[in-house]
């Protein structure tokens, strides 16, 4: 298991340990807690479950971002199944926990999600996200491009019921 000392430049402690690794069943109360809060824990389990299915399948991987036994981090990439499009992978659900944001561990996470996404044959990662959102900046500082946009393309189903662009992003994994 490989161990990641996080940006200092922002750290309050300079002795924090972040671990990226697979997701596990037993990740299930601390990953709803922290990262799927607007999901039941039954929810957070068949998200589990269904990622730890794909993974045995070899259509996908989950990974999370560990601090002192914590999940505060999460990234999840599913491979695209069409014979023309088994090069591409789709990226959902990049989420930091609030009180561990601006620490590098999205970046962490990205990184070693590039990596095993090289190691499955995924030459092109893509991606959409709400416009003018602090995501849209997020994934143009990771290295994104943006590709399209579709106006009033997502609907919150929640609260005051927000409506978005959404901007679709993607990135060659094989350039530089
Ligand atoms: C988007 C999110 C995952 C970023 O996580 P994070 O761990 O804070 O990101 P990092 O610290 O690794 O930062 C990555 C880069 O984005 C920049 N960044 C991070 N948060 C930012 C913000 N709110 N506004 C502008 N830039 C930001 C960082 O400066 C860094 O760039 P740099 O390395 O060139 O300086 C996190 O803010 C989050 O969970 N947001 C809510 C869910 C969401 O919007 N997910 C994305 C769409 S699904």
Redesign the pocket.
């Known amino acids: 298991m490989k161990t990641f000392r996080i940006?200092t430049s922002?750290m309050k402690s300079i002795n924090t340990n972040i671990t990226i690794r697979p997701v596990k069943i037993s990740d299930v109360e601390s990953l709803q807690k922290n990262i799927y809060s607007r999901d039941s824990l039954d929810q957070t389990r068949e998200i589990i479950n269904k990622s730890l299915e794909k993974t045995r399948l070899g259509t996908a991987f989950h990974l999370v971002a560990e601090v002192d036994g914590i999940v505060v981090?999460n990234i999840k990439v599913e491979f695209k199944q069409h014979v023309l499009e088994r090069h591409r992978g789709e990226l959902?659900?990049?989420?930091?926990?609030?009180r561990?944001?601006?620490?590098?561990?999205?970046?962490?996470?990205?990184n070693k999600c590039k990596k095993l996404c090289l190691e499955n044959g995924i030459l092109i990662l893509e991606?959409s996200?709400?416009g003018r959102?602090?995501?849209e900046?997020?994934?143009r500082?990771?290295g994104f491009i943006q590709y399209g946009r579709l106006p009033r393309g997502f609907k919150e189903p929640w609260d005051d019921e927000k409506i978005f662009d959404q901007i679709f992003f993607y990135m060659d994994l094989d350039k530089d």
């Open positions: 940006k922002y981090g959902f659900d990049v989420v930091v926990n609030p561990y944001q601006k620490k590098g561990i999205a970046r962490l996470l990205f991606t996200v709400r959102t602090p995501g900046t997020v994934y500082r990771l």
